[in-house]
């Protein structure tokens, strides 16, 4: 009895252990989550004005035509995949995994990971990576971000793919985590409108070339923003798992408590029987 009494205690505070640490990780999680928010909200703004600009241009000119709008047969298609740094986040890196295997079965496909989980996923299985130099993805910046962009829309051009897909996870709610995957390229633009005058914009030197020149700011906006929304959505759902996890511990503490309690009370009880016994003798 007095073995399995001590096995209760030892294991009471390995759980009171977890749960600090789950308990610093929710805390931790919840700071970081405020500014990824707010990271979030500002990088909208920017990829709003940019697709604005890029569907003026292309409904204003009816004779327009930019190899980046133009499909074609598809050979050969890649994935940006944004994915997370760390585990201990519920199903958020596993389920965008399975949406974007989802979304790319049956294609020739060639990998950009962004985030260590998405980098050592995708190298043990042996995909074609196109690079590795995106391996923290709290750590991409904004100019990274136009980097990758002025390299996806240069392998576009020279067919090396012939479609581009982000897949990340859009950040609904505290407790909502979304995985999508989104097309990049070639871009669909809008119909010109017939209805109503439509305003005289001039460009220089000419309309498709300032629409090819802003198509890889554009992509890195996308990127950018599909970046925010996936470390937003990292926070949330370890913040949620963390919450959860400490719980668990603490609904653990209480059984076990109880069950140390109950073992002593029997202990106790076996030594008063046993006193008792021995004052009859």
């Known amino acids: 009895m007095a073995g399995s009494m001590k096995d209760i205690k030892l294991r009471i505070k390995s759980v009171e252990s977890t749960m600090q640490i789950t308990k610093a990780m929710e805390l931790v999680a919840s700071s970081k989550l405020r500014h990824a928010k707010l990271r979030v909200e500002k990088s909208r703004p920017y990829f709003e004005v940019l697709h604005a600009t890029l569907a003026d241009i292309a409904a204003a000119n009816t004779d327009f035509s930019s190899p980046y709008t133009v499909s074609r047969?598809?050979?050969?298609?890649?994935?940006?995949?944004?994915?997370?740094?760390?585990?201990?986040?519920?199903?958020?890196?596993?389920?965008?995994f399975k949406t974007v295997a989802a979304h790319a079965a049956g294609k020739a496909c060639c990998y950009l990971p962004v985030g260590k989980k998405a980098l050592e996923h995708y190298l043990h299985q042996g995909a074609d990576v196109l690079s590795r130099e995106f391996g923290e993805a709290e750590e991409v910046s904004v100019g990274q971000c136009f980097s990758m962009a002025r390299t996806l829309a240069k392998g576009?051009?020279?067919?090396?793919?012939?479609?581009?897909?982000?897949?990340?996870?859009n950040f609904v709610s505290m407790l909502t985590q979304t995985p999508a995957v989104?097309?990049?390229?070639?871009?669909?633009?809008?119909?010109?409108?017939?209805?109503?005058?439509?305003?005289?914009?001039?460009?220089?030197p000419d309309s498709q070339a300032v629409y090819d020149a802003i198509v890889p700011e554009y992509v890195a906006g996308l990127i950018y923003g599909a970046l925010c929304e996936s470390v937003a959505s990292e926070l949330g759902a370890r913040r949620t798992a963390m919450d959860a996890a400490s719980k668990n511990a603490g609904e653990m503490i209480d059984t076990l408590s109880l069950h140390y309690n109950r073992a002593r009370q029997a202990a106790i009880t076996q030594e008063i029987t046993e006193i008792v016994a021995g004052g009859e003798a």
């Open 182 to 204: 989104l097309r990049l390229l070639p871009l669909n633009p809008p119909k010109a409108k017939a209805e109503g005058p439509q305003p005289l914009i001039l460009y220089e």
């Open 73 to 96: 047969p598809v050979n050969r298609t890649c994935y940006v995949v944004i994915a997370g740094d760390r585990g201990l986040a519920g199903g958020y890196n596993t389920n965008v």
């Open 156 to 169: 576009f051009l020279s067919r090396e793919f012939d479609e581009i897909y982000v897949g990340y996870t």
